[in-house]
């Protein structure tokens, strides 16, 4: 289930020069005020250039200097864009841990980062890189209204229908730069004997979007919402960590509660095992060695952590050294949920070459995601780097498992 922490209006508020809203203040200030700085010791970032101005920290403590006319917001757009989005600030934070909702005082360091940015953009401030992100909005928004078919090209013979009470959601990016994630997952599916759909247009789902323009993706989340439920959907299946983020904490905090149960692919597999419908006869056993690396969005975000691992477990001929998903919170593949690696893409190969290093001293063949952001990000990491560990997808192995690849 998705951890949903406190909403706070008062982000909407823009800031504007040394104008911070008195309750953003306060924010900030009971961050600065903690001084234990757990904060930082799990953020990737930081861990990387011992920087504490890229950290939760720093962040807030620098937004409370500027309410106390010590600055400008336009000074942070530097500092701001180091930071991946990636949650372990918010899941270590005292404030979190044990005020949390109770208090309503709980840190929300993502939220307020896309904040910050869409102030900073929205002021006309400059970022060296942002025209390369406003590109990548430009290129996702595109897809919407490009030709339909383009969009379920992926599941191409696969003979899905766009309506059903299950509907797996696809986004654009498993649709034209991962498609074996779609693929593979419609294909255990349908070998297991579930009935689904997909759609034959969904709305655009990107952090880089939340970062530049938040009408716009609320906009598109109220079109996926309603497309689903015209096309029938009790329950939606997300195969992308980032989109179920943004189902079950963005579209509930800007749209309200959703008319259909979410749930994440390993969920559901996982549910599919324990009922024994999927059939690994009939495939070939991996035999190999593998760790699983938590996605940041699944892990920090929304405390999904034990269905990949069950999967894991359960596939043949697969030997699964685990690594705690709290040992993880300093874990990243470096890509971030947004602009990250389009901004810092030396920082963003230094994370993913530590997580790769830390999977390969535990002697294993393979480090096993649940993301298709990471499989992307390790991939190219691993390339790069030469770290004798190989990036598979989960799906991938459950395939080979079924005989379906």
Same mark, same amino acid.
């Given at each position: ?212 323009? /938040? #009408?716009?993706? $609320?906009?598109? !989340? &109220? ?5 689903? %439920?015209? @096309?029938?959907? =009790? ?33 559901? /597999? #996982?549910?599919? $095992?324990?009922? !024994? &419908? ?5 495939? %070939?056993? @991996?035999?190999? =060695? ?116």
């Amino acid at each position: 289930m998705s951890q949903q922490l406190s909403s706070k209006p008062f982000y909407d508020e823009p800031i504007e020069g040394k104008q911070i809203p008195l309750a953003l203040a306060r924010d900030c200030y009971a961050v600065f005020a903690c001084r234990h700085k757990f904060c930082r010791e799990v953020c990737p970032v930081y861990i990387e250039d011992r920087d504490e101005s890229h950290s939760s920290y720093g962040y807030h403590t620098a937004l409370l200097g500027i309410s106390e006319g010590l600055g400008d917001i336009a000074e942070m757009h530097e500092t701001i864009t180091n930071c991946l989005e990636c949650g372990a600030c918010e899941t270590r934070c005292p404030n979190t841990i044990f005020a949390g909702d109770f208090y309503g005082t709980s840190t929300t360091t993502v939220n307020l980062i896309r904040k910050v940015r869409r102030d900073l953009v929205a002021s006309g401030t400059n970022f060296a890189g942002y025209d390369e992100v406003l590109a990548q909005v430009d290129k996702y928004l595109g897809y919407f209204d490009g030709p339909i078919e383009d969009l379920t090209r992926w599941a191409d013979g696969l003979d899905l229908p766009f309506t059903g009470e299950t509907i797996m959601f696809v986004d654009y990016f498993n649709a034209f730069e991962t498609t074996d994630v779609p693929r593979n997952a419609a294909k255990i599916l349908k070998a297991a004997g579930v009935d689904f759909g997909i759609l034959a247009l969904p709305g655009a789902t990107l952090g880089e979007l939340l970062d530049v323009n /938040l #009408d716009k993706f $609320v906009e598109m !989340g &109220k079109y996926n919402v309603e497309v689903l %439920t015209k @096309a029938g959907a =009790k329950r939606v299946v997300i195969i992308n960590p980032h989109d179920y983020v943004y189902f079950t904490r963005e579209y509930t905090q800007y749209i309200g509660e959703l008319p259909f149960e979410v749930v994440y692919i390993t969920d559901l /597999l #996982d549910e599919l $095992v324990k009922e !024994g &419908k999927l059939d690994y006869s009939g495939g %070939t056993g @991996a035999d190999t =060695k593998v760790t699983y690396h938590d996605p940041c969005t699944l892990n920090k975000m929304c405390g999904v952590n034990a269905s990949p691992r069950a999967l894991i477990s359960a596939l043949p001929g697969v030997e699964f050294i685990d690594v705690s998903p709290v040992t993880q919170w300093s874990y990243c593949c470096g890509k971030g949920s947004a602009s990250f690696k389009v901004l810092h893409p030396d920082k963003a190969y230094k994370i993913g070459t530590t997580r790769l290093e830390a999977a390969a001293d535990l002697g294993v063949d393979q480090l096993v995601l649940a993301c298709p952001h990471c499989k992307d990000q390790f991939t190219d990491v691993q390339a790069r780097s030469g770290v004798p560990v190989e990036p598979v997808h989960v799906l991938s192995l459950i395939a080979t498992a079924m005989g379906l690849d």
